[in-house]
């Protein structure tokens, strides 16, 4: 067991705490990859040595700190890869750590009943074709024959879909660290249904992140999305802007895009959040003109009301669908 694949809780304090939990990550083993928005994975086979204790154990040494030094819980997945700790993570409850079973034999047990779409980059229409063609669990496929793989997802496709099935990862941890970004979080109340609601979340979202963007002169460029389902479990999207901004409605446009992509009509959503990635100078940036007039109005706008803002205060002016 020599992976552990970190999720940690997302909270109004995440943002500000992020760097302070890597650096904790990294006092047991400097190979830490971040993944933003809300997790690490950690190669922790030195450190297994070093400190004598097994990844679960570390794993539960990690939760105890994160929680009483930042308040932060956490789950955790552990496996003998990157691909496996992942895929464990995934059925872990906060304050749990999941271990995928020791040896071979073990390995092929976690995987084999599970549906193809959990294997990290299967996308929704591999996972269709597959099933298409019978192909619907990790075992099915993993016993399939590599030439009926390869017809239905190409040569090299089918190979490394053979392989991960029958649990071989080629993928290393990769040291790097979080790139600044800034986050904003909408939890609901209670469990929500309703998309006028969910697309009004995220719109509030967009706005508050265009505004600290402006605030501190700096754009970006990519934007990601976090849905938090009311079973825990999370999908995250992210958009590569058409060029760096902080303008609240190519950030709402954006946003509302990657929502609807995912379908989510009768979805119990506990929580969304937005986090606006690749932060730069936005005296460094550059805008397309258009020559729309709709769109420099709406831009001459939100100049007028970030000054109101400054003045009044961050609730003075606020969208109409907001002020409801």
Known sequence: MNTLCVRFLLTPMYEAVLPQLLALLGEFTPQVEALLPDGALMDVSGARRYFGRSAVELAALIRVRTLALYGVECAIGAGPSPMLARMALRGAAPGVTR?????????????????VGELPGIGRATARTLCEYGLDSLGKVAAAPLSTLQRLVGARAGRELREKARGIDRTRVVPNSAARSLAVERPFPRDELDPFRH???????????????????????????????????????????????????????????????????????????????????????????TFDPADEKARRIEEVADRAREKFGPGAIVPGTLAA
């Open 99 to 115: 271990a995928v079973p020791e040896g071979p034999d073990g390995v092929r047990e976690f995987l084999a009943d599970r549906p």
């Open 199 to 289: 697309r009004r979340a995220l719109l509030s979202g967009a706005e508050e992140l265009g505004v600290r963007m402006r605030g501190e002169e700096q754009v970006c460029r990519a934007l990601t999305l976090t849905v938090r389902y009311a079973d825990r479990s999370t999908t995250v999207r992210t958009r590569t802007l058409p060029e760096p901004t902080a303008h609240s409605t190519a950030l709402t446009t954006a946003a509302y895009r990657m929502y609807e992509a995912l379908g989510l009509q009768r979805a119990r959503v506990r929580a969304v959040a937005l986090r606006a990635e690749g932060l730069g100078p936005a005296e460094h940036a550059s805008h397309q003109l």
